[in-house]
């Protein structure tokens, strides 16, 4: 949990991000995941063809002696193939493979496995509507917490938490403060008064923002060329294009990294303007 916490915060993740949304963003693996590779791995070395060898003696003699009825280190080992629908050990030892073959084998079958899991617990979340599910790799950070060689890299470290809030939906908006809190909370934007403070009025439709957003919805627009007609697109999708651009454009525009990357730092330069320009509203808005 400490190293989590520690991760969250080099990264300019907020500390109540979930766990699934955590991982997508870092790229990283559960510590349960490195634990059954180097289970797997110390196996792969016993199992390799040399049939003389003290330990795999040891390990036939244990797996044919108790199976997968006792408490042991080569039973758990069971459990741990199974899970991640390789050959049971015993099938192993009698038709090994080259150890950089069972490297490959098992990080590939382990990584699918936290892959696909990962990605199911994130579509359990509808506050991660925002956020690309299927673009987890593992060991691949999320493209949009990299900081190309052409970005300023301390202007985007400090424009990147906001919209890594906005992503993860942990950025507090007076509606999600007002379903949290029941009654307590009014749910009404503290600085136009006029409408509920969701993500979309925020982002797009705040009259007292309009002033800050106007030139860089401009320049978001002018990123998406013709590929994108992005002034004529309805709200929802705007906000979609904006906030989660690497799981919306097809698959062509796709590969073109600097097209998304340009997208997506216009976004970010909104959502910290946004942000800030609410920041000092809100500050006047308690003074009052
Ligand atoms: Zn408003």
Redesign the pocket.
Known sequence: MFLEKVLKQILSISLTTTDPAFFILSGLVPVEAIIHLRALSLFGNIALPDDSSIEKRLAYRQLTIHGHTRSSWFSNLAIITTKYELPNPMEILMDPVSKSQWKTITIRAVYAYWGRRIKQQALTYSSLKYLSVDHYNPWKIHSFLRITETQTRSREVNRLPVKTKIVTSTYSMQSTRAAFNNLNVDPT?L??K??S?TLE?FILH???LQHMRFQILHDIASACGENINFSQLCSREQLRIMLDVYSTVDVVHKRNTKYLAEIDRHTQRLCHALHCERKNYSHFYLRE
């Open positions: 934007c600085l136009c006029t409408s403070e009025h705040c009259t007292k």
